[in-house]
């Protein structure tokens, strides 16, 4: 079976550009939640997603936005790109339960660097 | 509001000798406690956690970890360590009722051939 797939693997953008960012669950999930992992540090809590609706937010800015469709894959956008965005953006995936024991299951992340 | 603290940013061992990777929590309340690797260039992957029930767990590739709630502690070993073990590990805690997991900063393992 697929893992989570994310797209795409590597992007360079500049400063004030704007980036989205897709992904895919494993067959069955219906929860997709989103992580950004800057150089040397624990990936950080962005959204979560389960059924189309927003379940959790993180402490970013409202230049991060995310959406889930039908299909339960997902895209996270960001606007007005700023160096400090620069970072691995990884998508995890689980059945969707509440109560916070649920396994993430992880994609191989997408390499985002602004210039 | 809860916090992970990862002792030793950088773990080097021989190949053969003990692993031992440290992590502590501060939760408001007993927490669900997860142990991720990421190998370069890769995602994370689950290696055990801990929901309820037994305290020490075990998970793949040999690793193991003991939930002891009275020092806030799961810090994950290994008996014998392998060259293919060399990665980045990530403790990481959630509370009952988010859903969302907090990581600690990551402790890298070296293994010294």
């Known amino acids: 079976d697929a893992g989570v797939t994310q797209s795409p693997t590597h992007l360079i953008k500049t400063r004030g550009q704007h980036v989205t960012l897709r992904c895919s669950p494993i067959?069955?999930?219906?929860?997709v939640s989103w992580y950004q992992q800057v150089l040397g540090q624990g990936p950080q809590f962005i959204f979560q997603?389960?059924?189309?609706?927003?379940?959790g937010r993180g402490n970013f800015p409202d230049r991060f936005s995310a959406r889930q469709f039908p299909n339960y894959s997902s895209e996270l956008n960001v606007n007005a790109l700023l160096l400090g965005d620069s970072a691995l953006y990884l998508c995890a995936s689980s059945l969707g339960g509440t109560g916070g024991k649920e396994t993430q299951y992880f994609g191989p992340g997408t390499r985002l660097l602004v210039l | 509001a809860q916090s992970v603290t990862q002792l030793g940013s950088h773990v080097s061992v021989s190949e053969g000798a003990l692993v031992l990777l440290r992590c502590n929590y501060s939760?408001?309340?007993?927490?669900?406690l997860f142990w991720y690797v990421q190998y370069p260039n890769q995602g994370l992957q689950l290696l055990l956690k801990y929901t309820t029930g037994a305290t020490l767990v075990k998970g793949i590739n040999g690793f193991e970890a003991e939930f002891k709630k009275s020092e806030t502690s799961f810090h994950l070993t290994k008996p014998s360590a392998h060259m293919s073990d060399a990665a980045e590990y990530f403790c990481a805690v959630s509370d009952p009722g988010a859903n969302n997991l907090f990581f600690g900063t990551g402790t890298r393992l070296t293994v010294i051939p």
């Open positions: 067959s069955g999930h219906k929860s």
């Open positions: 997603y389960y059924e189309k609706e927003e379940r």
């Open positions: 939760s408001s309340v007993p927490p669900y």
